[in-house]
């Protein structure tokens, strides 16, 4: 038997349009970020986490802007303040990833931003829209 978890769920209707959103879907322990409704075909569909390049990107991009050791571990769930970040150390780590990957955050996004992987999730949403 098949058993999931969400976490928060968004839903609007338009006419012609369907958008259904998740932050958060775990089935058996595998946590996906974004779950759609395909608006053109009207199929559902899981968007899985960013790549692991992105990921990978941010990372150092966190590590150099809070000036982290070397051997520091920073991964897609660490989280900007347990890294030590406060809010203008943030708004730095934005602007850094902004600048690398060519890209605006607004600032409703922006506050939405917590681990590392929710920046790269948010990044290639943003460039897919490019």
């Known amino acids: 038997m098949a ?3 969400i976490s928060s769920l968004n839903c609007s209707l338009k006419p012609n349009q369907a958008c259904l959103k998740t932050s958060s879907l775990s089935i058996k322990g595998i946590s996906f970020p974004s779950l759609r409704l395909n608006q053109a075909t009207r199929r559902f569909s899981i968007n899985c986490a960013a790549k692991p390049e992105t990921v990978d990107k941010v990372c150092e991009i966190v590590k150099k802007q809070l000036a982290l050791p070397g051997d520091s571990v920073v ?3 660490s989280k900007f303040t347990a890294l030590g970040a406060d809010s203008l150390d943030t ?3 934005v602007m850094g990833l902004e600048e690398a990957f060519g890209i605006t955050v607004e600032e409703e996004n922006a506050q939405t931003i917590a681990t590392v992987q929710d920046a790269a999730d948010l990044i290639e949403e943003l460039v ?3």
């Open 3 to 5: 058993s999931f978890a």
């Open 75 to 77: 991964n897609g769930e």
């Open 91 to 93: 708004v730095e780590i």
């Open 128 to 130: 897919a829209k490019k």
